[in-house]
């Protein structure tokens, strides 16, 4: 690239990119959120194209003459991104695991062809490393957020391409899967393909990454030699610190502004022999659980133990069997749901892949007083005012008027925190909330959780990264293979979830 500018809508995303891949070399893009390293990996591979002017160019040289056209260059390059997955979500691309798998032979959504003996047979090699084996007859929607992710890692590697692309590749996957995930990528830098991935997390750097680029406000803020980059800079790290930020000094949460009354509810939810099914296929089965006032719970367990459909249930998106029970707030599955919904705060990704490309940040925020996916009423002077609490609150100020479809994932992901908590809910509900967010956007979200919790609302939070539970978690649950393997108060419990989330 040289002397490359990106612009959206006229507003400038990249711009004086230069930069080269030599071969041999392994990239890590790092930079905080809004940086521009998607727009960045789109441009490499040529999803984006650049401003066109004469002093700049992308010039690709896997032939014998270089060349500035993309004909014949994408059966070289293949990228793996969270919008990717999302499309799946969006467009209801009803495929089975294995069909996604056999499309990345030809790069196409459909699969047009019939894969070979040979290619299936590399297919499935590929599946039992990434351990999505068993998930290849299954819907690809149905399946949990890593184990897609995964299945997509494998479609981008059934055409040994020379060059493969990762945006946050290692985003809903559980400790064991981001092990195989790195491992499997040193493999196929020993086997020949070159690597470029963007991160949030140095300990996600395999070893065979030896440049870093740094990105910021869509600019080059450092290149070159990992170690001679590689700094102290706060948008990367390998972990959160366990948020000793003093709180007295920070600035009061607009949940805490809204001065929520005490309530009078000692189990705000409670689940009785609960089994949900999707699809005639039993997801969780026998579940027996409540949610006490005072109560913080954070929900772990490895890809596919039912983490997100166990959430669903709580926030009445899906509904249990003839025999299972479900009581919100003192009050059975009766009436309307919405009234529910309202008392409910939720984020996950499945929201974020169903939200409308055409909303402005300020419009997802205030759909969250009707916990609707779009807005679709006006709101009143106090709501405004309460979305604006939390614009400035969040540091929402400069994509408050971004359509979703211009921000970068980290971006919409801390917009859907702004409206999950602009109504002041009772409870919480957060899939993977940290999933996408730089190391200072994450010790924020979780340094105002931390103070949502002193606040009367209480939070359920799913999680991969045991880094992120805050001191006000009060209990752990630990599900696998659709069962509760453990619950209870968090020092008593944890010592063992940890033992069994290594093993």
Known sequence: MENVYVFFEGKKILGEISWQLKPGEHWAIIGPNGAGKSTFLKVIRGDVWPW????????????????TTLIGIKKHIALVTPELQDAYIRNNWEMKGEEVVYTGFLDTVWLYEKPTKAQISYAEDLMEFLNVKNVRKRSFIELS??????????????????????????????????????????????????????????????????????????????????????????????DVPNLRLGISKRPISPVQRAGISKRDEK???????????????????????????????????????????????????LHPALGGEVRRFGRKETGSIWDVKKKIGFVSSDLQACYPNTATGEEVVRSGFFSSIGLYSGVSKKQREAVKKNITFFK?????????????????????????????PDILVLDEPCSGLDKL?????????????????????????????????????????GQIVAQGKKEEILPRVMQELSS
């Not at 705000?268 to 005639?280: F, G, S, W």
């Not at 979780?446 to 999680?463: E, P, Y």
């Open 52 to 67: 066109p002017q004469k002093e700049s160019a992308r010039i690709y040289h896997f032939g014998r003459e270089p060349q």
């Open 145 to 238: 957020r890593g184990e897609a992710r995964k299945v997509l890692i494998a479609r981008a590697l059934v055409s040994h391409p020379r060059i493969l692309i990762l945006d946050e590749f290692c985003n809903g996957l559980d400790v064991e899967s981001r092990k195989n995930v790195l491992d499997l990528l040193e493999h196929v830098v020993q086997d020949g393909t070159q690597i470029i991935y963007a991160t949030h997390r140095n300990e996600e750097f395999i070893p065979s990454i030896s440049h870093l680029l740094h990105l910021e406000g869509g600019t080059i803020k450092k290149q070159g030699r990992k170690q001679n980059v590689l700094t102290k800079d706060r948008s990367l790290s390998s």
């Open 441 to 481: 956007s994450r010790e924020d979200l979780l340094d105002f959780l931390d103070r949502v919790c002193r606040s009367n609302t209480s939070i359920i939070l799913a999680t991969h990264h045991l880094d992120e539970l805050i001191p006000s978690i009060t209990h752990v649950m630990l599900l696998g293979g």
């Open 267 to 317: 189990c705000l939810i409670k689940i009785k022999n609960a089994d949900v099914y999707l699809d005639d296929r039993r997801i969780l089965r026998g579940i027996n659980w409540q949610l006490k006032s005072g109560e913080n719970w954070a929900l772990l367990g490895k890809n596919g133990a039912g983490k997100s459909t166990f959430l669903k249930l709580i926030s009445g998106d």
């Open 396 to 424: 929402l100020e400069e994509i408050r008027r971004k359509s979703v479809c211009e921000m970068s994932y980290g971006e919409f992901r801390k917009i859907l925190i702004a409206r999950a908590i602009v109504n002041a």
